[in-house]
C-alpha cells in the first residue's frame, strides 16, 4: 500500500485542531487504498497545541509529530516535516482548514496519474480583506518579472509532492525560504487543481504585514540578482543628466560671463545624490545580509521531540 504523509505545520492553532482531526479522520476512512501519515510540526506554540497533538497520537497511531524547541517560522517547519515524512508522496496543509481536506482524493488522482507535483490553486478567497487580495497579486506579478521560473499565481503551499519532488527540496537547505519559488525551481511534471479557499475555522491568522513583507523580500531576493541592477538602471540616466547640467552651468558662465549662482541647485544635487547612494547601498547590504546568513551554516531547526522521544542532535538530517 501506498503511504500519503499530510504535513501540517501549526504554530497556536488549539482552537482549529479538534476540526481539522475530525475532517482528516473522515477523510482518511473514505480512502482505504492508501496508508497515512499526518505529520504536525509544532513550531513552539504557546498554547496546547502540543499536548493536543500528543492525545491525538495516543489514540491513532497514524498521527506523528515533530516540536519544535521554539517558533522558527512556517517555511522552516514545512522543509523540517519533509525530512521527517515518511510517505511515497507527502501533502502539506494549514491547520486551519483553509485547504480543505475534500480536495486531498483529487490531488492523489493526478498523482496516481503520473504527475509529481499538484498544486491546489485558489478560485476566490472568502474571509480575506481586499487590501490582502490586492497585495497578494502585486507581489505575484513583480515576483514573475523578477525571476525567470514560472511562478505559480494565487497557489499557497496546499499541494502533493512525489517523493522524488521531496527529496529535491530536501537538498535545498538556505535558510531564508520561499518555498512558493522553490516548487517552481524543482520542475518536474506539474498540475493544477482549482479550489475554494475557505476562512479559518477558528483562531487568528499568524500572519502580520511585517512578516508578509518580509517573505515577498526573501522571494524576490532569493531567486535573482536583478535588484542589484538597479545601480546599473539608476546611476546611467543620473550620470547623463550631471555631465548635461555640468556642461549647461559651464556654458552658460562663459556666455553670460557671470558666477555660478547656482548653491541652491548643488544642495538639490547632493541631496539626489546622497539619495541615490543609500538606496544602492541597502540593495548591496541585502545580498551581504545574505550571503552572512547562508556562510553560519546552521542547522535551520531543532527539534524538541519527535513522536515523544527527545531529539539529541547528534546526526544530520
Ligand atoms: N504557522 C506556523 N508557524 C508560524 C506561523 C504560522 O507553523 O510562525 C502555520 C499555522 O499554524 C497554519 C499555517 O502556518 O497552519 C498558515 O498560517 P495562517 O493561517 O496564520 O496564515 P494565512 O492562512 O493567514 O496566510
Ligand atoms: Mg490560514
Known sequence: MKKISIIIPAYNEEESLPHLYERLEKLMSSMEN????????NDGSKDNTISLIKEYREKDNRISYV???RNFGKEIAMIA????????????????????????????????EGYDDVYAKRNSRKGETWLKKFTSKMYYRVLQHLTNVPIQEDTGDFRLLDRRCVNALRKMRESQRCSKSMFSWIGYKKKEVLYDRDPRVAGQTKWNYKKLVDLAIDGITSFTTSPLRISTYVSIPTFMILFI???YVIAKCIVTSTAIQAYQAIILLILFFSGVQI??????GEYLGRIFNESKNRPL??????????EMNDEDK
Not at 492508501?34 to 510540526?41: G, K, P
Not at 516535516?81 to 483553509?98: E, H, P, R, S, T
Not at 538606496?279 to 548591496?284: P, V
Open 301 to 310: 531547526y531543532l527539534v524538541n521531540e519527535y513522536n515523544g522521544e527527545k
Open 34 to 41: 492508501y496508508e497515512f501519515e499526518i505529520l504536525f510540526v
Open 81 to 112: 516535516g519533509l525530512d521527517y515524512a515518511k510517505g511515497d508522496c507527502v501533502i502539506f496543509m494549514d491547520a486551519d482548514l483553509q485547504d480543505p481536506p475534500e480536495l486531498i482524493p483529487e490531488l492523489v488522482k493526478y498523482w496516481e
Open 279 to 284: 538606496l544602492l547601498f541597502g540593495i548591496i
Open 67 to 69: 516540536d519544535f524547541s
Open 245 to 247: 547640467y555640468f556642461i
